[in-house]
């Protein structure tokens, strides 16, 4: 990864880092999605369309307040017993939607420029935020390879993402993640613990009153 060079640093007013570590193996790249968000988008419809939003139970019988979908050959599930990932969609019975070139794609790119090679995701979770929608803490472990980072993308609305430590407890940072955002995380602190606070209300010019975001993994 290269560092410390003024190319790090935006030329416009407010010199914003374009990329920014967040701990060791975590890496936050502002806006490397931007080119291509639009293609993401248009990608994202027929995926949704035959595997639609849905707010699932976790295993204490609680619904979540994030709408998911899955694409790629695994999609992560959660109901009464307990979180993990499946071939077949559990609403339709068919396999999860092929994952689009664009998004393996933009995954792959940005887990190279995050320092790891060769990023190949066979899964890509597809969380929907509405207002008020929040994912608290927990750690993204049900991955058979964590040997492998995680590629998380940011579309719509701003969120803020609690990035913690090793322990539940830990302290957090507050990150404000925007639009064509790109989060990759692995290494060190691939088991970090993690959330995001409630969506606040508002209108993206793109997306309207909600935030999407798309997370790679590995999982097999
Ligand atoms: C989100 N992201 O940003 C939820 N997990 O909507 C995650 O839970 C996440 O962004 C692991 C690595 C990066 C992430
Ligand atoms: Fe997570």
Not at 81 to 105: C, H, K, N, Q, V
Not at 191 to 216: C, I
Request: proline residues 7%; negative net charge.
């Amino acid at each position: 990864m290269e560092n410390g060079t003024l190319d790090l640093f935006d030329a416009s007013t407010d010199a914003q880092p374009l990329e920014q570590v967040l701990a060791p193996g975590a890496v936050l790249l502002r806006g490397f999605a931007l080119p291509v968000a639009p293609q993401l988008l248009h990608d994202l419809k027929p995926v949704i369309a035959q595997a639609p939003f849905r707010n699932l139970a976790t295993p204490g019988g609680l619904t979540m307040s994030v709408s998911m979908t899955n694409c790629g050959s695994l999609g992560w599930v959660s109901d009464r017993s307990g979180y993990r990932y499946e071939r077949y969609d559990p609403l339709s019975g068919r396999p999860w939607p092929a994952m689009p070139e664009s998004f393996s794609e933009l995954a792959r790119n940005a887990a190279e420029r995050g320092g790891y090679t060769g990023f190949e995701p066979d899964a890509c979770l597809v969380n929907r935020y509405q207002p008020g929608a929040l994912l608290s803490l927990h750690q993204d472990r049900d991955e058979a390879d964590v040997a492998a980072p995680i590629v998380s993308v940011s579309l719509g609305l701003a969120a803020v993402f609690l990035f913690g430590g090793a322990k539940r407890g830990d302290q957090t940072q507050r990150v404000p993640l925007m639009h064509g955002d790109v989060v990759v995380w692995g290494g060190p602190t691939r088991l970090a613990f993690h959330g995001v606070l409630a969506l606040k209300d508002g209108e993206h010019e793109v997306l309207g009153r909600q935030r999407v975001n798309l997370t790679f993994r590995r999982a097999e």
